[in-house]
């Protein structure tokens, strides 16, 4: 083989190893775009969601002046907390048990940028967030609240069910008042034993929000019977109820 032939071979040689690496270099810049785009809502593209969130606020009391403000530090830390893509669900806890749930679906959490379609896609979730602040604000007291019933119907949802991270984060002063289960009693208050594990693989964060009219009913032990109920139930719990000396994660 001459001189010649040698040299012709190794500059073909190179031609393809740069085009192969132009071809990698696309394909991988396409994979890229691909794994990171987003849709008007913020949500993934071209990926499942990462995690699906829910917010359930308790809008059967009103509350102390600065409870409306914690809630709102609570829901943003959670929401900052949760990675791009997840999907927001944003629930009130009334009086009555849903058989349905009717979410407000936020837009999903948007990722770290600029841009003007991710400041809009922020203004929507903060127009979401607001909507859930307002109803809190605007709350009446009601003869009874649903507290159970609404985290087992929203367990059972299936847009509650679109990822495999769960996080559902309850805000309420934990007065269960629906038929024969109510917290408003001195002898104490237990939870009935729930039915299999409708929580498991769930994290629980509860916010214990201060309700001015009832505070003698808000103890320790109000908190305690939900978190055992919580977990026999399969959730991982986590709790933020300061003002009753428990603070865990």
């Given at each position: 083989m001459t001189r010649a032939s040698i040299l012709d071979k190794l500059i073909w040689l190179g031609v393809a190893l740069v085009a192969l690496g132009f071809l990698g270099y696309g394909y991988a810049s396409n994979e890229y775009r691909?794994?990171?785009?987003?849709?008007?809502?913020?949500?993934?593209?071209?990926?499942?969601?990462?995690?699906?969130?829910?917010?359930?606020?308790?809008?059967?009391?009103?509350?102390?002046p600065a409870q409306p403000r914690r809630w709102l530090a609570s829901v943003s830390g959670e929401i900052s907390a949760a990675p791009a893509g997840t999907k927001l669900l944003f629930v009130a806890i009334g009086d009555k048990a849903p058989a349905?749930?009717?979410?407000?679906?936020?837009?999903?959490?948007?990722?770290?940028?600029?841009?003007?379609?991710?400041?809009?896609?922020?203004?929507?979730?903060?127009?979401?967030?607001?909507?859930?602040?307002?109803?809190?604000?605007?709350?009446?007291?009601?003869?009874?609240?649903?507290?159970?019933?609404?985290?087992?119907a929203i367990a059972e949802d299936p847009a509650f069910k679109v990822a495999n991270a769960r996080r559902l984060v309850v805000?309420?002063?934990?007065?269960?008042?629906?038929?024969?289960?109510?917290?408003?009693?001195?002898s104490g208050f237990r939870l009935p034993d729930p039915d299999g594990q409708p929580l498991k693989g769930v994290t629980l964060d509860?916010?214990?929000?201060?309700?001015?009219?009832?505070?003698?009913?808000?103890?320790?032990?109000?908190?305690?019977?939900?978190?055992?109920?919580?977990?026999?139930?399969?959730a991982t719990v986590r709790v933020d109820a300061p003002s009753l000396g428990r603070q865990e994660s």
């Open positions: 691909r794994a990171h785009a987003i849709r008007s809502d913020g949500c993934f593209a071209h990926q499942p969601y990462p995690e699906v969130l829910s917010v359930a606020t308790d809008v059967t009391d009103p509350l102390e349905e749930v009717s979410f407000d679906s936020g837009p999903c959490v948007p990722p770290q940028g600029s841009g003007i379609e991710l400041s809009r896609i922020r203004e929507s979730l903060s127009a979401t967030v607001g909507r859930a602040e307002q109803r809190l604000k605007d709350a009446e007291p009601m003869k009874h609240s649903a507290i159970l019933g609404t985290i087992l805000l309420s002063d934990l007065l269960e008042c629906e038929g024969r289960l109510t917290a408003y009693r001195r509860i916010y214990v929000l201060k309700n001015p009219r009832d505070l003698r009913f808000q103890t320790p032990a109000l908190v305690a019977a939900w978190v055992a109920w919580a977990r026999a139930a399969g």
